[in-house]
């Protein structure tokens, strides 16, 4: 019967994450970049000395800078350093380069996302924002589409509580800090009803949910100050990381980017006929690139409307440079590091321990001490998505309940133990489940992208017309 279950809900999630949602999105991106210009190019510079200069004055609770943490802390996860590793697997080094230009069409669907998160958002007494899809979806589009917006606040709490936001990102957690410390499973102990486990797995879910905890209980400021800190920190770690394994490398770089570029036009003049389609090495970066980087699905529009600003314009700009940083930055270091070491071609590896052996290679350090920083670099990211991921959440149910502070309340608790529960649950199904919803957060939110598209371009031309010296 679960084998039934399984195969059938698989065929919907392919269905749903299929070359259909993909084309969608990629039209989104294709469309607002022409419309804009090619805005995400012109206006990277001033989009990243804005990202770290806040606005004074806006209404809004957290800065522009934490606004954009919150959304980060959601969008680098684990998928920084496996999803890169399994689209390289699965498609060749090609699918590097099809991550790239899903990324760069994608910059410009964030800016739009967070111009009208902004725009549309509300503002109470309290200086309490709310806003996203859901309302740039009922106040953009008009009353008679709140059915569309409630359809993609139902999906975002699912999305939240059933596995993106929790059973994944902290089985992640659970299992590289087992992999590191205990992988002979040498200290066991027996759970009645649940299991066997290493002593490491139960530590850890210990500590992480009395983390997660403390800092949820807070609210959106304390997530938001939290991730002002340990963001940027994981971030530099890894880069630096990324970096000096490049430089330690450099001369093989040329051939590493002619691997890259051909590779995603000629898959099997590199792969040696592994993968020998074109069309494969494009559907796995392109799908990898907009699972890591967001841009489309709505989430990180929901942190954005909580931005101090009082320029929507200026907003849709600090936003898309989490794409930039996410993909074009993050993703390309940990794909150039793959592909430099010749980690892809390693027969029998898979997933993260593609990225570990990488590292293991091209570091001139012990493979223990990069495994433990790599490890490191997981739990951080897996962290700071449960983080982000619960604030994307809240916000849907607060929209959902009309802004009821004890659903709001109750369901943080929810979270909170399926946070603790998380690396128990091994049930297939749960796994799929939170990725269909994760896809069907997108229809909406693109339908709106479409729809809203004239907004935004009007939007862009009177701010920048008022704003000639820039």
Not at 92 to 103: K, R, S, T
Not at 223 to 236: E, G, L, R, T, Y
Not at 399 to 409: E, F, N
Request: with cysteine; hydrophobic share 50%; aromatic share 10%.
């Amino acid at each position: 019967m679960w084998n039934t279950v399984n195969e059938i809900l698989q065929s919907v999630d392919d269905f749903v994450w299929g070359i259909p949602l993909m084309v969608l999105i990629l039209a989104g991106g294709i469309l607002l970049t022409i419309r804009l210009g090619v805005l995400q190019i012109r206006r990277l510079p001033l989009a990243l000395r804005w990202m770290i200069k806040n606005e004074e004055e806006g209404d809004g609770e957290v800065s522009s800078f934490g606004a954009l943490c919150t959304a980060l802390s959601a969008t680098i996860g684990t998928g920084n350093i496996v999803g890169v590793a399994t689209a390289i697997a699965a498609g060749g080094p090609g699918a590097l380069f099809w991550m790239e230009a899903a990324a760069l069409f994608g910059m410009a669907t964030k800016y739009a996302e967070g111009l009208l998160a902004v725009k549309y958002r509300v503002v109470d007494e309290e200086n309490h924002a709310l806003g996203g899809p859901f309302y740039y979806i009922e106040r953009g589009m008009g009353v008679k589409w709140k059915w569309l917006a409630k359809i993609f606040a139902f999906f975002g709490v699912c999305v939240g509580l059933l596995g993106i936001g929790t059973f994944s990102q902290v089985n992640g957690i659970s299992s590289a800090v087992n992999n590191f410390f205990d992988p002979n499973q040498s200290w066991t102990v027996t759970i009645p009803g649940i299991g066997t486990y290493s002593w490491t797995v139960v530590i850890a879910s210990l500590v992480l949910t009395v983390c997660v905890a403390l800092i949820l209980i807070g609210g959106i400021k304390r997530i938001s100050s939290v991730a002002q800190v340990v963001v940027p920190f994981m971030a530099v770690i890894y880069i630096v990381l990324c970096v000096a394994l490049i430089l330690c490398n450099i001369s093989e770089i040329p051939q590493a980017i002619w691997i890259v570029i051909k590779g995603a036009f000629q898959p099997s003049a590199v792969t040696g006929g592994v993968v020998g389609s074109m069309f494969i090495a494009m559907q796995k970066g392109v799908a990898r690139g907009i699972f890591s980087n967001e841009a489309g699905l709505g989430s990180a529009p929901i942190a954005a409307a909580a931005a101090q600003t009082k320029e929507p314009v200026r907003q849709g700009l600090v936003s898309m440079t989490g794409t930039f940083i996410d993909t074009i930055v993050i993703c390309t270091m940990t794909g150039l590091a793959i592909v430099l070491t010749g980690a892809w071609q390693v027969d029998g590896l898979e997933g993260v321990e593609v990225t570990t052996y990488a590292f293991s290679k091209g570091l001139p350090i012990s493979e223990t001490v990069s495994a433990c920083l790599l490890m490191l670099c997981l739990i951080f990211f897996a962290f700071t998505t449960i983080l982000g991921w619960d604030y994307y959440s809240e916000r849907c149910l607060e929209y959902l309940t009309g802004g009821k502070k004890k659903p709001i309340k109750i369901y943080r608790w929810l979270y909170i133990l399926a946070v603790f529960i998380g690396p128990y649950m091994t049930i297939k199904a749960v796994w799929t489940i939170a990725d269909i919803f994760n896809g069907m957060m997108a229809l909406p939110n693109m339908i709106a992208i479409f729809a809203l598209s004239g907004v935004v371009v009007k939007e862009t031309r009177e701010f920048f017309k008022k704003k000639k010296q820039l």
